[in-house]
């Protein structure tokens, strides 16, 4: 069984390439990551880029039977942003293949967001945007609604790290790259919340000023000073990973 689609955003001359998994498989392009279980590869069509992720394992055991595969989780999890109003990557074609129940194989393809760079390159080179209050504002800003919206969805990211950011010239700021994002409630839901806030802060502490990161946790919360209840979630967030880095 196989579920292919190619969305409305696919360029008319891009369609007979994107048609089918098969053809998908045999694209050829620049490899950016390859691991044992999926490849990333660009491809560049009229100027344009657009990355393939190719998945030809689920996992081990009876996780190619049980639970979403990765590129499908990916692939909703991204529309899931996109119906929320968080900017991410759009889906250009998304789809899988099932054999006797198991999965054999899936990808997802994404169109390129135009002069865009992730927060952990802008990091690592010490940027001097990172330096920049106003610009380091205007991001914040976005971020914290963002992660608020997921929030208040009662889905966490699960991996929200800065490479996963990604912003632009205008200082705009996409989401990417979600494949173990997922809902939660209760406890769980809490304690991945403060895992997500604590992803940000694991780099923002190396480059933001601790105004910056305590200003960023007030927009996240919709508040101008902390509750209690807020400085004891703020502790968490700041040991969260100790003993781990």
Same mark, same amino acid.
């Given at each position: 069984?196989? /579920?292919?689609?190619?969305?409305?955003?696919?360029?008319?001359?891009l369609v007979d390439e994107l048609a089918d998994l098969q053809r998908v498989f045999a694209l050829e392009g620049?490899?950016?990551?390859?691991?044992?279980?999926?490849?990333?590869?660009?491809? /560049?069509?009229?100027?344009?880029?657009?990355?393939?992720?190719?998945? %030809?394992?689920?996992?081990?055991?009876?996780?190619?039977?049980?639970?979403?595969?990765?590129?499908k989780a990916e692939w909703q999890n991204l529309k899931h942003f996109a119906k929320w109003g968080i900017p991410t990557a759009p889906i250009v074609a998304y789809g899988l293949e099932r054999k006797g129940g198991a999965f054999v194989r899936g990808a997802l393809i994404t169109r390129e967001l135009s002069?865009? /760079?992730?927060?952990?390159?802008?990091?690592?080179?010490?940027?001097?945007?990172?330096?920049?209050?106003n610009?380091?504002?205007?991001?914040?800003?976005?971020?914290a609604h963002?992660?608020?919206?997921?929030?208040?969805?009662?889905?966490t990211h699960n991996d929200l790290k800065w490479r996963n950011l990604l912003v632009n010239d205008q200082a705009e700021l996409f989401l990417i790259d979600c494949p173990?994002?997922?809902?939660? %409630?209760?406890?769980?839901?809490?304690?991945?919340?403060?895992?997500?806030?604590?992803?940000?802060?694991?780099?923002?502490k190396y480059h933001l000023s601790r105004t910056q990161r305590l200003r960023f946790y007030l927009q996240y919360r919709?508040?101008?000073?902390?509750?209690?209840?807020?400085?004891?979630?703020?502790?968490?967030?700041?040991?969260?990973? /100790?003993?781990?880095e």
């Open positions: 069984m196989s /579920e292919w689609r190619v969305t409305d955003i696919c360029p008319p001359e620049q490899r950016l990551t390859r691991d044992p279980l999926s490849e990333v590869v660009r491809i /560049e069509r009229d100027g344009v880029c657009y990355y393939v992720k190719r998945y %030809w394992g689920a996992g081990k055991g009876l996780r190619r039977y049980i639970g979403r595969p990765r590129v002069r865009t /760079e992730d927060l952990a390159l802008l990091a690592r080179r010490k940027d001097e945007r990172l330096a920049d209050r610009w380091v504002a205007r991001v914040s800003v976005q971020l963002a992660t608020r919206t997921l929030h208040d969805h009662h889905f173990t994002g997922a809902f939660w %409630w209760g406890p769980l839901l809490r304690y991945r919340m403060v895992k997500d806030l604590a992803c940000l802060d694991k780099v923002a919709g508040r101008e000073c902390l509750s209690a209840a807020d400085k004891r979630r703020v502790r968490g967030i700041v040991k969260f990973f /100790e003993g781990r």
